[in-house]
Structures are given as structure tokens and as C-alpha cells.
């Protein structure tokens, strides 16, 4: 396990944790972002596509943030984040929960050289496990 990499990951993660969205120093200059599902669905590249689709995102919700149920390393680039969505729908008033939408989300991040990569964000932690072939005790195990 590189502990720079969870390093630099925590410290992402606590950041979006209160809410603030607003720094970009992790990233690649050329990172992709893709978001695998949700209604916002697709696949942005470089620091400003990544700060438009975070805008389009963030637009819709009302104190918008993550909290991380665990953090794991699936090998020497990639760590999952699973999280849960925590927030407010603007147009609807409705918390996360209450829209007939899960809570429990997953995030993937390729970190090389001190920066992320990739930044694969899943609306629903089962897909996110899925696409990574674990189970759900998979992903908790060694943590």
C-alpha cells in the first residue's frame, strides 16, 4: 500500500466531506472523470472538464458532500472509496435517501506520481463492486 497515495486520498476526502469541492491541486493536469451512473452520466478530460461536469453536478444539490465508510486498495495505482451521498436535491427539497435513490456510492481513484489519474464516480456501490468483480465482504476485507 503506498501511503502517499491514501494520503493524498484522505485528504480529497476530507475536503469533500464538509462540502468544498473547490481545489483541483490532486489532479492530473490531463485526468479523466467519468461518472459510470447516474443521470449525469459520461466521461470528461483535463482540469477543465473536470470543474464543468463538477459544476453541472453540483448545481442540482443543496450542501452536497460525501461520507467515507472505508477506504481500500484494490493494487499499487488504484484505491476504493466507499461512500455515502449525503445532500439535498435543489428542485426537489429531498435528501439523498428520499428520491428513490441509494445512498451508498463508490468512488475509484488512479493515483501515479502524487496525482489522480482517474476518478471513476458510481451513484450505486453495488455497480461500482460489480465492474470491479468483488462482493461487498470482498470489499471490506483487509481494511
Known sequence: MSQENVCLVRSIYAAWGRGDFS???WAHPDIELVIADSFEAGSWTGLAGMAQA???WLSAW???RVEVD???ELDD???LVLMLHCGRGKTSGLEVGQIGTKRAGANVLHVRDG???RLIL???R???LADLGLSEQDAHADS
Do not use: F, L
Request: net charge negative; glycine share 0%; aromatic share 20%.
Open 23 to 25: 481545489s483541483a491541486e
Open 54 to 56: 463538477w459544476h453541472d
Open 62 to 64: 443543496e450542501e452536497y
Open 70 to 72: 472505508e477506504y481500500r
Open 77 to 79: 495505482e488504484r484505491i
Open 115 to 117: 496525482k489522480v489519474t
Open 122 to 124: 458510481y451513484w450505486d
Open 126 to 128: 453495488e455497480r461500482a
